[in-house]
Every structure is written in structure tokens, then in C-alpha cells.
């Protein structure tokens, strides 16, 4: 009978130590070491963990074969015109050629009396006329052409907002105030950084308007010092076969994503969203060792988006354009912009609310402020 009860016990414990090991064999890997991950219908990959700043890249199917032209590209080539209206937060498109038409939220327009951004994304149908666009300034005082610009329209888009904090004060908000609030911050903190950075005082706002974003985005010190670390994400995103969007993350933190239901759209797009994001992160760099992200952060992030709702609420943009609004009970924010004609969303934009130490600026008034 003792012989047997060892040889019940040494059976057991075989039995557990089996199973452990089993266990172990199939333990997931631990997360820091995983650079690729399937998440529904998409699988995200990181691409770039450069300095302070990780872009992780979003493939899958896309839905629209419909072909868009970008803002930029359409200015460019003359298919539109994009007038002045004397009011700060509205502008005017015709479309005169046979092409659909792609505004991307926080597109910025430059010239005519003050630089603008348009505040949602806006599909304009081919050759339609008088279309308006509501923006917000981005830029204060002037309020006549620059050298070699014309006062009643808009000749270029080459340029994005550059920090998720001025697309939440324009896009959310909707508060022409926080956007200048923002430009102003985000000026100040470029002086600061990119001075650090080449060792020469540098001031961004030195040119014809000095609370332009636009001129500050265009400032050569800023250029030199964005280089490489834009190429570096272009790269990743050329190396990936069905790219469809992109998070990233700066200082460890997932500051947004966006997904497109259009390849071909989200290419076109690349070169003004890969900017955008890289001067973000020269903005919010610090002398600390940057911390990274996981890519479980990154699925995590859209997940909580996809929470119990605080509100919901869908706006008309235009005959073309509906947007959706999902805000959480945490301050997860989802932007659907829809195809009406298509009768599917066109693109997605995941952003978290920045909590406020003081009380909101009131929203100013629509009516020309020079």
C-alpha cells in the first residue's frame, strides 16, 4: 500500500510538470517583442522607432476603388479655386474640373488675407461651384496679400496641423482662440528644440508674418532637422505591401491613428501626413530618453475607442460629405468621414481628448478679426 501511494504521488507531480511545460511552450511572447499584429480585418506593424517617434503601419483591404484628387494636387494642376470670404471661419471651392475632390481635415490653405485650415474633411463633387469650407485661421494681424500672393484666393496646400492638440481645438472644439492658443505654443517650443538641436538660436517666426503656422512650417532650420527622420518613415510605409493608414507614437504615448478606405487616397496623402507627424514629434521632444510604445498600446488605443459612448452625434458637411462624431465616456474620440455617394466611411481618425487644467476660451465670434 506505501508503494503504491508513492507512485500515486510521482504520477501526479509527472502530470503537472508536463503541464507547465505545456504551458510554457505556448506562452504568448512578451509584448515588447511584438512587431506585428492582427487586429480584425487589419494587422498592424511597426516601421519606424526613430529618436522619440514610432509609426506603426495599418494594411488591409480597402472598400472605395473610387479616385480621389488631393487638395494639393488639385490646386496645383488648377482643377480648383479656393476663394477668400472676408470671413475667418468660412472659404469657398469651385471645382471646375471632372475629378472628385479629397480636403483633408486640417489641410491648410495659404495666402488670400490670412492663412486658414479646413476643419473637417469635405469630398467635392466634379464641377461643383460655390462649395463652402469652414475653417480657421491660422494666423493673426494680416489681413492683406503678401508679396506675390493674391488677397481673394488660395493657391497652395502643401501643409497639415502639425500636433494633435491644434486638430482637437479646430476639429472638436471648433474655437478659433485655442487654434491661435496652439500655433503660438507650438512656435515657442520649435524655437526652444530646434535651437537645442543645432546648437544656433533659432526663431521660427523671423519672415513676412510672424504668427503664420504656414511660414513657420516652411522654415528652413525646421527642414534640415525633419529630414531624416522623414525619409526614415516614408521608407517604412513604402515597404509595406497594402498600406491603408498608420498610429504613431511620441515619448512612448499613441498621440493617434488613422485608417483610409483607399489605398491609392492614403498614399497621395503620405508626403503632408509624414510631415505633420515628424514636426510633432520635434515639438514635443525633450532631453529625456524617450520611452517607446508597444504595438499593444496601439490596439489598445482603438479599442477604447470603440467603448461605451458618451455621445454620438453625425453632422452634414456637405451633399457629399457626413461626419460622425464618437466621443467615449474616457475621451477616446472617433471621426468618421463618409462618401454619401459611396455609402461607406472614407476615412477614420482616432484621437484622445487632452485633459484641461482650466476652464475652455469661449468660442469667438465668426466675423472677420484682423
Same mark, same amino acid.
Request: proline residues 2%; aromatic residues 6%; positive net charge.
Given at each position: 500500500?506505501?508503494?503504491?501511494?508513492?507512485?500515486?504521488?510521482?504520477?501526479?507531480?509527472?502530470?503537472?510538470?508536463?503541464?507547465?511545460?505545456?504551458?510554457?511552450?505556448?506562452?504568448?511572447?512578451?509584448?515588447?517583442?511584438?512587431?506585428?499584429? =492582427?487586429?480584425?480585418?487589419?494587422?498592424?506593424?511597426?516601421?519606424? %522607432?526613430?529618436?522619440?517617434?514610432?509609426? &506603426? =503601419?495599418?494594411?488591409?483591404?480597402?472598400?472605395?476603388?473610387?479616385?480621389?484628387?488631393?487638395?494639393?494636387?488639385?490646386?496645383?494642376?488648377?482643377?480648383?479655386?479656393?476663394?477668400?470670404?472676408?470671413?475667418?471661419?468660412?472659404?469657398?471651392?469651385?471645382? @471646375?474640373?471632372?475629378?472628385?475632390? &479629397?480636403?483633408?481635415?486640417?489641410?491648410?490653405?495659404?495666402?488670400?488675407?490670412?492663412?486658414?485650415?479646413?476643419?473637417?474633411?469635405?469630398?467635392?463633387?466634379?464641377? !461643383?461651384?460655390?462649395?463652402?469650407?469652414?475653417?480657421?485661421?491660422?494666423?493673426?494681424?494680416?489681413?492683406?496679400?503678401?508679396?506675390?500672393?493674391?488677397?481673394?484666393?488660395?493657391?497652395?496646400?502643401?501643409?497639415?496641423?502639425?500636433?494633435?492638440?491644434?486638430?482637437? !481645438?479646430?476639429?472638436?472644439?471648433?474655437?478659433?482662440?485655442?487654434?491661435?492658443?496652439?500655433?503660438?505654443?507650438?512656435?515657442?517650443?520649435?524655437?526652444?528644440?530646434?535651437? %537645442?538641436?543645432?546648437?544656433?538660436?533659432?526663431?521660427?517666426?523671423?519672415?513676412?508674418?510672424?504668427?503664420?503656422?504656414?511660414?513657420?512650417?516652411?522654415?528652413?532650420?525646421?527642414?534640415?532637422?525633419?529630414?531624416?527622420?522623414?525619409? %526614415?518613415?516614408? $521608407?517604412?510605409?513604402?515597404? #509595406?505591401?497594402?498600406?491603408?493608414?498608420? !498610429?504613431?507614437?511620441? +515619448?512612448?504615448?499613441?498621440?493617434?491613428?488613422?485608417?483610409?478606405?483607399?489605398?491609392?487616397? &492614403?498614399?497621395?496623402?503620405?508626403?503632408?501626413?509624414?510631415?505633420?507627424?515628424?514636426?510633432? !514629434?520635434?515639438?514635443?521632444? +525633450?532631453?529625456?530618453?524617450?520611452?517607446?510604445?508597444?504595438?499593444?498600446?496601439?490596439?489598445?488605443?482603438?479599442?477604447?475607442?470603440?467603448?461605451?459612448?458618451?455621445?454620438? #452625434?453625425?453632422? $452634414?458637411? @456637405?451633399?457629399?460629405?457626413?461626419?460622425?462624431?464618437?466621443?467615449?465616456?474616457?475621451?477616446?474620440?472617433?471621426?468618421?468621414?463618409?462618401?454619401?455617394?459611396?455609402?461607406?466611411?472614407?476615412? $477614420?481618425?482616432?484621437? #484622445?481628448?487632452?485633459?484641461?487644467?482650466?476652464? %475652455?476660451?469661449?468660442?469667438?465670434?465668426?466675423?472677420?478679426?484682423?
Amino acid at each position: 500500500m506505501k508503494n503504491y501511494s508513492i507512485l500515486i504521488v510521482i504520477t501526479l507531480l509527472v502530470i503537472i510538470s508536463c503541464k507547465k511545460n505545456k504551458e510554457q511552450t505556448t506562452q504568448i511572447p512578451n509584448e515588447a517583442d511584438v512587431k506585428e499584429l =492582427a487586429m480584425g480585418p487589419y494587422v498592424l506593424s511597426q516601421i519606424t %522607432s526613430k529618436e522619440n517617434l514610432q509609426v &506603426f =503601419a495599418i494594411t488591409g483591404k480597402d472598400e472605395i476603388k473610387k479616385e480621389y484628387i488631393t487638395l494639393d494636387i488639385a490646386l496645383k494642376e488648377k482643377k480648383v479655386e479656393v476663394r477668400e470670404t472676408s470671413n475667418v471661419n468660412e472659404l469657398r471651392i469651385d471645382n @471646375n474640373s471632372e475629378d472628385t475632390i &479629397f480636403i483633408h481635415s486640417g489641410d491648410i490653405v495659404k495666402g488670400g488675407k490670412q492663412d486658414r485650415t479646413v476643419a473637417n474633411d469635405v469630398i467635392i463633387k466634379p464641377n !461643383a461651384k460655390n462649395v463652402p469650407l469652414a475653417s480657421f485661421c491660422v494666423e493673426q494681424g494680416r489681413w492683406s496679400p503678401r508679396k506675390g500672393e493674391r488677397s481673394d484666393k488660395f493657391e497652395e496646400n502643401s501643409k497639415m496641423l502639425s500636433s494633435k492638440k491644434l486638430k482637437l !481645438a479646430a476639429r472638436y472644439d471648433s474655437n478659433q482662440q485655442k487654434v491661435w492658443e496652439k500655433v503660438s505654443e507650438e512656435q515657442s517650443k520649435l524655437n526652444n528644440n530646434l535651437s %537645442s538641436r543645432t546648437g544656433n538660436k533659432v526663431d521660427v517666426t523671423e519672415n513676412e508674418s510672424a504668427s503664420s503656422l504656414q511660414l513657420t512650417l516652411e522654415s528652413n532650420e525646421l527642414k534640415k532637422v525633419k529630414k531624416e527622420l522623414q525619409e %526614415s518613415v516614408i $521608407k517604412g510605409l513604402k515597404n #509595406k505591401d497594402n498600406v491603408i493608414g498608420y !498610429a504613431y507614437a511620441i +515619448n512612448g504615448k499613441v498621440y493617434g491613428v488613422d485608417i483610409y478606405n483607399s489605398k491609392k487616397l &492614403f498614399k497621395d496623402l503620405t508626403p503632408k501626413i509624414t510631415e505633420s507627424i515628424v514636426t510633432e !514629434a520635434i515639438v514635443e521632444s +525633450n532631453d529625456s530618453i524617450p520611452t517607446k510604445a508597444k504595438i499593444v498600446d496601439v490596439k489598445h488605443f482603438i479599442e477604447q475607442s470603440k467603448m461605451i459612448e458618451d455621445s454620438n #452625434k453625425t453632422k $452634414k458637411i @456637405n451633399e457629399t460629405t457626413e461626419l460622425n462624431i464618437r466621443e467615449t465616456k474616457e475621451g477616446y474620440l472617433t471621426f468618421s468621414s463618409i462618401d454619401k455617394d459611396q455609402k461607406k466611411w472614407i476615412h $477614420k481618425n482616432y484621437l #484622445k481628448k487632452e485633459k484641461e487644467n482650466k476652464k %475652455s476660451t469661449t468660442v469667438l465670434s465668426t466675423q472677420r478679426r484682423r
